[in-house]
């Protein structure tokens, strides 16, 4: 091999130069063209290296004849000649607990491989992702778009299908990708804090062969291939994510509400099937409704193991998206929060009720006494907006970290809904919606204040003034899923100290999706999906 002759490069090089410099053609010393860099990748074990190494003496006198030397050295040469191969990959994009990850890269070698020859040492990969910085400071985004480029640790390495579903018998090679609520290099998502939704980035993997490392064709050939680019980059696969049908849009007046949705596939077409609405949360607003399905894990709504509450043939899921975000008082992005006796107006609400009643309209499957609503922090907002605005419509709502200020409601609006059975969950620690008193301890942290008895001390706001005002009204069907604070379940995800990872107070939203919240009803404790399956007007 190449790195195995060096002595030879240096002999050849005193030859040269003691051969009159006219011999050779200017052009042909100090460039790296095609055929040096296939010569590198077919008979080197580290072309990188050699490719560095040239770049950083391309100035010095032996560097400027290297290029030369190398096509000299190695045209003679077969038993070192690999294959090189054009190879192409898909992404495999999930969704977790804390959004989405690319956790599977699928590579298309043009060819089978033998497998055995491929360990997790025999890639390298590095995610590039494009976005712009935030200047903390005057918390102002960058005109331009930075490149952050960081590498990724491959986990598993299997032949499979095009999607990266393991198969034996596969002509890809996926490699599976460590992702983590805080290996934010796997996301295909940026947060931008100055708009304050999650963003698609642009991006792309660079994977390359590491020095010493080879990949075997199952006759025993040696192949390799150039770093991968985005030139590379063939598609996104998101799990779950592409069942959906998106991007759907209605218009009511001078609104526009775009939506995605989930058709089941019914066991018999007499069946009528129930309905369950998701409302997003401030973040996932905009134009894009994969952003919606994506940025907290509704993905889950569509598992078989969620879909089986609801009957033999599943249920509908409609996620509809706000422009900007629910709150809005009125289509400027200004939150109703913010605006003097505003009483929780929202600008959306008619487009919608809207939206739901075409939906429901189009959809004659879907059956009209079994329609749920919920959502998380603004959509947990708009949830409660939408059972106080339409009462008899909904069989039942779960409003998650709900955002409907205790000042809005009135015990006329607490009697339209005391009947409605209702489910809700929010944290002790929840910074953003607070429903107890705290000290906030940076960007993720709150402190909750505790009394002389080490309780809690809680704020009559939110969740917990609409469960005491229900309760205190005669409502006898509903619920609420109070944690201490959000952490990682999954036994996969640690804390440095080993203990649970733990989540911002704001995400309990992870506990419902992930069907962990509980209740003890007539004597059997019950899920929330499972409570919310039985219920209907």
């Known amino acids: 091999m190449l790195s195995r002759k060096i002595i030879a490069v240096f002999v050849l090089l005193s030859v040269l130069i003691m051969t009159p410099m006219a011999t050779y053609a200017e052009e042909n010393i100090n460039v790296v063209d095609d055929e040096l860099e296939i010569s590198l990748y077919e008979r080197t074990d580290n ?22 030397l190398i096509k000299k050295l190695v045209s003679d040469d077969p038993t070192a000649k690999k294959e090189v191969v054009d190879m192409k990959y898909n992404t495999v994009t999930s969704v977790y607990d804390w959004g989405p990850a690319i956790n599977k890269l699928v590579l298309d070698l043009d060819q089978p491989v033998d497998i055995e020859s491929i360990d997790l040492e025999t890639f390298e990969v590095n995610s590039v992702r494009f976005f712009k910085d935030l200047d903390f400071q ?12 960081t590498p990724r640790t491959v986990t598993s390495v299997y032949t499979s299908d095009k999607s990266g579903v393991a198969d034996e018998n596969g002509s890809y090679v996926t490699l599976e990708l460590a992702v983590g609520p805080t290996l934010t290099e796997g996301s295909p998502f940026n947060y931008n804090f100055a708009t304050s939704r999650n963003e698609f980035v642009k991006h792309h993997h660079e994977i390359s062969v590491r020095p010493g490392k080879e990949i075997k064709s199952l006759d025993d050939k040696s192949i390799t291939f150039m770093p991968a680019s985005e030139d590379e980059y063939a598609e996104d696969i998101k799990y779950l994510t592409d069942e959906f049908t998106h991007n759907e849009s209605f218009a009511s007046n001078d609104v526009t509400l775009g939506y995605a949705y989930y058709a089941p596939i019914k066991e018999e077409e007499t ?4 309905l369950i609405i998701w409302l997003h949360g401030a973040g996932e607003g905009g134009e894009d409704t994969r952003i919606t399905v994506m940025g907290n894990e509704v993905v889950n709504l569509i598992t078989e193991e969620t879909q089986d509450y609801f009957g033999n043939s599943g249920a509908y899921v409609l996620a509809p998206q706000a422009p900007t975000m629910w709150m809005d008082y009125d289509g400027t992005n200004i939150y109703n929060s913010e605006v003097v006796d ?98 906030s301890k940076g960007f993720m942290g709150y402190e909750v204040l505790t009394d002389e008895n080490g309780q809690p001390i809680l704020k009559e706001d939110f969740s917990n003034a609409l469960y005491d005002q229900l309760i205190e009204a005669g409502a006898e069907q509903v619920y ?5 604070n959000v952490v990682d379940t999954t036994g996969l995800y640690k804390n440095f100290d080993g203990s649970p990872y733990s989540y911002m107070g704001h995400f309990s939203w992870i506990y419902t999706l992930n069907n962990e919240c509980t209740e003890t009803i007539d004597g059997e404790s019950v899920t929330i999906f499972e409570w919310l399956g039985q219920q209907t007007k």
């Open 480 to 484: 609420y899923s109070q944690f201490e």
């Open 271 to 274: 069946d009528d099937v129930p």
């Open 47 to 68: 072309p990188e290296l050699w490719m560095q190494f040239i770049e950083e003496n391309a100035d010095s006198s032996i560097g400027r004849w290297l290029p030369l």
């Open 138 to 149: 005057t918390f102002t985004l960058a005109e331009e778009e930075t490149e952050h480029t």
């Open 342 to 439: 505003s009483m929780g107006t929202s600008y959306y609400t008619e487009a919608l009720m809207g939206l739901i009643d075409d939906f429901v309209a189009t959809h004659d499957d879907i059956d009209t006494n079994r329609i749920y609503i919920g959502g998380c922090s603004n959509g947990g907002y708009m949830t409660v907006n939408m059972i106080l605005t339409h009462p008899e419509y909904f069989a039942a709502a779960f409003p998650i970290c709900e955002a409907y200020s205790a000042e809005w409601l009135s015990e006329e609006k607490i009697q339209s809904i005391v009947d409605l059975p209702l489910w809700l969950t929010h944290s002790l620690d929840d910074s953003v919606v607070a429903i107890a008193e705290g000290i």
